[in-house]
């Protein structure tokens, strides 16, 4: 099984943020990981501030971010490590991860830079996109910290289930891997669907993880994933490389892009070449 040792997340001081940074400080407790805190300070805001100004933000900043550390600290016996960077938010924290090498970037889907409505963060979309690691995303609204329930939408695709040992990193004790079939009526596909369960139990080992199968009606790949979030409390939502069927690495392909935009629970995204 692979291991989760290093963990990143950003943040920029909205509570989206900090709902990732408490979902990335339990994982870190869960897994004895490390756990880097990256806030990029946006500076061309400040070009129009005095230096006073600008000088008292930064503190402002720092007393806030060691609150929130020691906080951390005291809750889950994790001791986070704050860097701070300059610079375009987005392009800062994938440098970060260039740097650190994390094996999951836990973020929020819409931080302080505001959204539209049922679209996903620009800042967000770009750490997706360039990440070289999985990345959780967190979705606005109460915290989560438990991940018993999952839900997986499978494609009869060989290579599906590549780089799905980090869900046991992230699934909580006693949980349930439920995988949403994709396959159509072709006996190919659903013989193909039956190999990649049989594979599937043998690699989450049924011990510890629980899985089941079933289909859900809908036109297309997202209809067919709300459909069965609308019927049933999944805690997160995994989506592989088999969802978008693309060769092009650094691509968020439309059936990704529209449950992350619109999903109400976490997702854990895992591109190809995670």
Same mark, same amino acid.
């Given at each position: 099984?692979?291991?989760l040792?290093?963990?990143?997340?950003?943040?920029?001081?909205?509570?989206?943020?900090f !709902?990732?940074l408490? +979902?990335?400080?339990?994982?870190?407790?869960r !897994?004895d990981?490390?756990?880097?805190?990256v806030y990029?300070?946006?500076?061309?805001?400040?070009l /129009?501030?005095?230096?006073?100004?600008?000088?008292?933000?930064?503190e402002?900043?720092?007393?806030?971010?060691?609150?929130?550390?020691?906080?951390? *600290?005291?809750?889950?016996?994790?001791k986070?490590?704050?860097i701070?960077?300059?610079g375009?938010?987005a392009?800062?924290?994938i440098?970060?991860?260039?740097?650190?090498?994390?094996?999951?970037i836990?973020?929020? +889907?819409h #931080?302080?830079? #505001?959204y539209?409505?049922?679209?996903i963060?620009?800042?967000?979309?770009?750490?997706i996109?360039?990440?070289?690691?999985?990345?959780?995303?967190?979705p606005?609204?109460?915290?989560?910290?438990?991940?018993r329930?999952?839900?997986?939408?499978?494609r009869?695709?060989?290579?599906?289930?590549?780089?799905?040992?980090?869900?046991? !990193?992230?699934a909580? *004790? !006693?949980?349930?891997?439920?995988?949403l079939d994709?396959?159509?009526n072709?006996?190919?596909?659903r013989?193909?669907?039956?190999?990649?369960?049989?594979?599937l139990?043998?690699?989450?080992?049924?011990?510890?993880?629980k899985?089941?199968?079933?289909?859900?009606?809908?036109?297309?790949?997202?209809?067919?994933?709300?459909?069965?979030?609308?019927? *049933?409390?999944?805690?997160?939502?995994?989506? +592989?490389?088999?969802?978008?069927?693309?060769?092009?690495?650094l691509?968020?392909?439309?059936? +990704?892009?529209k449950?992350?935009?619109?999903?109400? /629970?976490p997702?854990?995204?895992?591109?190809?070449?995670?």
């Amino acid at each position: 099984m692979a291991e989760l040792k290093r963990i990143l997340v950003p943040v920029d001081f909205s509570e989206t943020s900090f !709902n990732a940074l408490e +979902t990335a400080a339990v994982l870190a407790q869960r !897994n004895d990981a490390s756990l880097d805190i990256v806030y990029a300070r946006d500076t061309i805001p400040e070009l /129009v501030m005095a230096g006073g100004s600008q000088g008292r933000l930064k503190e402002n900043s720092h007393a806030i971010m060691n609150a929130y550390v020691t906080a951390i *600290e005291h809750r889950h016996k994790v001791k986070p490590e704050i860097i701070w960077e300059e610079g375009l938010p987005a392009e800062a924290i994938i440098r970060t991860a260039k740097i650190k090498d994390p094996d999951l970037i836990v973020c929020g +889907t819409h #931080g302080a830079s #505001g959204y539209r409505d049922a679209f996903i963060g620009s800042t967000a979309y770009t750490i997706i996109k360039y990440a070289t690691c999985p990345v959780l995303t967190i979705p606005a609204g109460p915290r989560r910290i438990n991940f018993r329930k999952l839900l997986l939408p499978l494609r009869p695709i060989h290579g599906a289930l590549r780089n799905l040992d980090i869900v046991l !990193n992230i699934a909580s *004790e !006693n949980g349930q891997l439920h995988v949403l079939d994709l396959s159509g009526n072709n006996q190919d596909d659903r013989q193909l669907i039956s190999y990649l369960m049989d594979e599937l139990k043998e690699r989450l080992d049924e011990g510890t993880l629980k899985t089941s199968i079933s289909k859900s009606p809908g036109y297309t790949i997202p209809d067919k994933v709300f459909s069965l979030l609308n019927h *049933e409390k999944f805690d997160i939502v995994v989506i +592989t490389p088999s969802l978008d069927m693309t060769n092009k690495q650094l691509y968020i392909g439309p059936h +990704t892009q529209k449950i992350i935009n619109q999903s109400s /629970v976490p997702i854990l995204t895992i591109k190809r070449f995670a």
